[in-house]
């Protein structure tokens, strides 16, 4: 599975966003590290603030279906349908990864690769509870 194949399915995953209310549709592509691919896109809600990233979703499908290592997610964002601007995970998403990957998760944008710590240098996770 190659970055560009991976963001491929996210720009499709794009395709099932639930977004009537900003019109932005966003996709991302999980890989797991069994080779196993989540997709999930954002799923709004006329009370906003319930709104689901699609980062968001493909990580509890994978969780929910006992997968928890990953390698890599790609993500595609676009309010026309042109996926080639660069749509980064916001802050909560990205702290629901961090959850479940180490700094070397490859963050797949449209515009190149990033790690998981280039994004979220410094991260809350249990081991700042210790
Ligand atoms: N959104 C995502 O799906 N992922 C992100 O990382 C940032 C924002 C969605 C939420 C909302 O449905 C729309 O993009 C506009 O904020």
Redesign the pocket.
């Known amino acids: 599975m190659t970055n560009g194949e991976l963001f491929d399915m996210a720009v499709k995953a794009a395709e099932r ?1 639930y ?1 009537p ?2 019109h ?1 549709k ?1 996709g ?1 592509a999980l890989l797991a590290e069994d080779g196993k691919i989540f997709t999930g ?4 809600n006329a009370s906003y603030s319930l ?5 968001r979703t493909a990580v509890f499908k994978a969780v929910s279906e006992g997968v928890t290592k990953f390698k890599a997610i790609a ?1 595609a ?1 676009s309010g026309d349908n042109d996926f080639s601007k660069p ?4 802050g ?2 990205l702290q629901v990864l961090s959850e479940f990957c180490g700094d070397d998760l490859v963050v797949v944008l449209s515009n190149g690769w990033y790690r998981l710590a280039d994004l979220m240098p410094m991260r809350f996770t249990d081991k700042s509870m210790k």
């Open positions: 966003s977004s209310y900003s932005f966003v991302a896109c954002n799923i709004e709104t689901n990233c699609a980062e993500v964002g749509c980064a995970p916001c909560a998403c």
